[in-house]
Structures are given as structure tokens and as C-alpha cells.
């Protein structure tokens, strides 16, 4: 250890901020699992001491949760954890309308929605938090992303998904695709935002290469937790590479 760290006094924590994971032993593809780790680091790096937690099909629900983040699955997936979630909505919705930060990932942006109808035809009904529908579909939109949003600036990701959603009034877009696809074909949309919820299609994961939307998440929580937000000072070095080899990727 350097002696001028063994007598520099730890700093005392601004409180702790608890990160439940919805689902990841079935929700957890093209690297979800890293917007939790992503959040745990710059709980950290803000002073705040950060507690990670899980949550999957069968379990209590975790008390004092501060931010839920929930990732992307395989059809199969979503009909693992589908009776579980049914259960769990209106204690979803309840977190949702008091204001709860929460980032939804791909299929769980679409079952957070009114349902997700497969391409075999088989009706997923979701639980209404977001007022959207998916269908799914032979097309399969890939590739990588660039979004403008009002609230993010740039956001980067890489796209992986056959259903197509469709926002109603009831909820805004993320923001407006620059590259890539989006929620759909057609609309050039992508995400959708309500309340303190996120949620999008995008992966790779999303957080590491968009600190923005992190610590929106973070500043959010700790709002509603304590009453105030004192930042820290995050390295966004690593970050900043990663958004500029991202954006020069071709789609």
C-alpha cells in the first residue's frame, strides 16, 4: 500500500442505492447483465455505496429496492418468467408511478408493454407499464445504432431483435434513430421513455458507452432516496473510447 494512502481517512458513504436485477437468469443476452455492473461502479464512483441484487422467477421481492434494470431474452425466455411477472405487476406499477428509475432492455421493454404477439402467433400479455405493443415478425433488424435523444445527447447500441413495437400516447420515444432501425421499420423511433422508466432495444450492453443514461438512473434514485443528488467524479475515459469506436462502426 502507498503510505500516503494508509493515511489518507476513507470517505464516509452519501448512503447506499440497492440495484435489483428483474430476472437475470432468464433475461440476460448480449451482455445485459453489464448495465447492472455499470451502475454498481458509478454508485460507487458518485460516494454512494451501491448493493447489487437479483431477482428471478420464485423469489421474494427484495424491500428498499432504488433502481430496477432488466435485460433482453429469447422468446422462450419471456414465457419462462411470464405467470411470475403477471404477479409482480402491480407492485411493478406501483414503483413505476411513484417515480422508481428503471431500464428495460428488449424483452423486457416488450413485456413491460400491453403484450408481444410472437410470429407463431402466441399472445405474451405484458403488464402495462409502458403503452406499447410488439408484434413479432420473419424480419429481423440488426445492427448498430445511433440515436438523438433530448435528454442523452448521442446514444449508442447494437440492435438484435424480430418484434416490432409501436408506442400509443400514452408514452414518448427515446429519441429518433440516425442509424439503424429502432423500435420498428417504419417509424424511425426508438425506445420509449414514461415517468422515471427506460426502456430500449438497444444492447451491447447499453450503459458502458451511454454514462449519461446511468447516472440519470443513479441521480433519480438517489433524489427519491435522500432527498438530494451530491455527484462524484466518475472516470468517463474508458466510456468516451468506447462512443468513439462504437460511432465509427458502419451499421
Known amino acids: 500500500m502507498n503510505p500516503a494512502e494508509a493515511t489518507t481517512p476513507a470517505r464516509a458513504s ?48 427484495p424491500e428498499d429496492a432504488d433502481i430496477l434494470v432488466g435485460g433482453g431474452g429469447q422468446d422462450s425466455g419471456q414465457l419462462i418468467i411470464q405467470d411470475d411477472l403477471q404477479t409482480r405487476a402491480p407492485l411493478l406499477k406501483a414503483l413505476a408511478e411513484e417515480g422508481m428509475p428503471m431500464l428495460v432492455i428488449c424483452g423486457l421493454y416488450q413485456l413491460f408493454g400491453r403484450f408481444f404477439k410472437t410470429h407463431t402467433g402466441t399472445e405474451i400479455p405484458g403488464i402495462g407499464i409502458l403503452d406499447v405493443e410488439t408484434r413479432g415478425t420473419d424480419e429481423r433488424l440488426i445492427g448498430n445504432v445511433k440515436v438523438a435523444t433530448p435528454e442523452f445527447g448521442e446514444v449508442l447500441g447494437y440492435e438484435n431483435h424480430s418484434g416490432q413495437t409501436t408506442l400509443g400516447p400514452g408514452v414518448r420515444p427515446l ?9 420498428n421499420s417504419s417509424d424511425g423511433h426508438e425506445g420509449a421513455r414514461y415517468r422515471n422508466v427506460v426502456a430500449s432495444y438497444l444492447h451491447g450492453s447499453l450503459l458502458p458507452k451511454n454514462p449519461a443514461i446511468a447516472d ?14 451530491a455527484p462524484g467524479e466518475p472516470d468517463d475515459h474508458f466510456a468516451e473510447l468506447a462512443r468513439q469506436h462504437a460511432a465509427r462502426r458502419p451499421r
Open 14 to 61: 452519501k448512503g447506499t442505492i440497492r440495484v435489483v436485477q428483474l430476472y437475470p437468469r432468464d433475461m440476460n443476452i448480449y451482455g445485459d447483465w453489464g448495465n447492472a455492473l455499470v451502475l454498481q461502479r458509478r454508485i460507487a464512483w458518485h460516494g454512494y455505496t451501491p448493493e447489487l441484487l437479483e431477482y428471478n422467477v420464485g423469489d421474494d421481492w
Open 175 to 183: 429519441g429518433t434513430v440516425a442509424k439503424g432501425t429502432g423500435n
Open 216 to 229: 440519470f438512473l443513479i441521480r433519480t434514485a438517489a433524489e427519491r432516496k435522500f432527498g438530494t443528488f
